[in-house]
């Protein structure tokens, strides 16, 4: 390898560590660094060095073999978080496994959290449950006692979203 080279793959291994802290700190934040640093080098060293070296110094193809590296890793044990993995770090190594592509036997990716309602939405939902359920009376009375609730009623009606059920 010329020292051109050379200069130029160190460049790129170091902007892909970089990228790599960064696109998964969220789950790094569980491991201890220096040992996700040694061990990342050394298996990188050990079992990927004759590939990188053959292949022209690219930041991607650099990125992708350090998740590689990493999942193997955690996936054999030899990486152990210090702290439990938060929801954060358990989508940010769902992500990282889909990237990479690497599953161990039997995995199961999980379910995506669900999206939580906003505050109107969740008035939206009260307001159309509360039309089909109170009587015209209770129903009249809320909205009489609340702006906002009269409003989403209003606006429930002109979007056609609200329906009378037996």
Same mark, same amino acid.
Request: net charge neutral.
């Given at each position: 390898? +010329?020292?051109?080279?050379?200069?130029?793959? %160190?460049?790129?291994?170091?902007?892909?560590?970089?990228?790599?802290?960064? @696109?998964?700190?969220?789950?790094?934040?569980?491991?201890?660094?220096?040992?996700? %640093?040694? +061990?990342?080098?050394?298996?990188? =060293?050990?079992?990927?060095r004759d590939e990188i070296a053959g292949i022209e110094?690219? /930041?991607?193809?650099? /990125?992708?073999?350090?998740?590689?590296?990493?999942? #193997?890793?955690?996936? +054999?044990? *030899?990486?152990?978080?210090?702290?439990?993995? #938060?929801?954060?770090?358990?989508?940010?190594?769902?992500?990282? @496994? @889909?990237?990479?592509?690497?599953?161990?036997? %039997?995995?199961?990716?999980?379910a995506p959290a669900p999206r939580q309602l906003t505050?109107?939405?969740?008035?939206?939902?009260?307001?159309?449950?509360?039309?089909?359920?109170?009587?015209? *009376?209770?129903? @009249? +009375?809320?909205?009489?006692?609340? *702006? *906002?609730? =009269?409003? #989403?009623?209003? =606006?429930?009606?002109?979007? %056609?979203?609200?329906?009378? #059920?037996?």
């Open positions: 390898m +010329s020292i051109d080279i050379q200069e130029k793959a %160190g460049l790129h291994g170091s902007l892909a560590s970089d990228a790599f802290r960064l @696109r998964y700190k969220e789950l790094l934040a569980s491991f201890d660094p220096e040992q996700v %640093g040694r +061990s990342l080098v050394g298996f990188i =060293r050990l079992h990927l110094p690219d /930041l991607n193809v650099y /990125l992708a073999h350090t998740e590689s590296a990493f999942l #193997t890793l955690f996936d +054999s044990g *030899k990486l152990q978080p210090v702290a439990p993995l #938060t929801p954060l770090g358990e989508s940010a190594l769902a992500d990282m @496994r @889909r990237r990479a592509g690497v599953n161990p036997p %039997g995995y199961v990716a999980p505050a109107q939405e969740e008035l939206d939902i009260q307001v159309a449950e509360d039309f089909q359920k109170l009587s015209a *009376k209770e129903f @009249r +009375s809320r909205c009489s006692n609340g *702006k *906002k609730y =009269r409003e #989403t009623f209003f =606006r429930l009606g002109e979007e %056609g979203r609200l329906s009378i #059920t037996a």
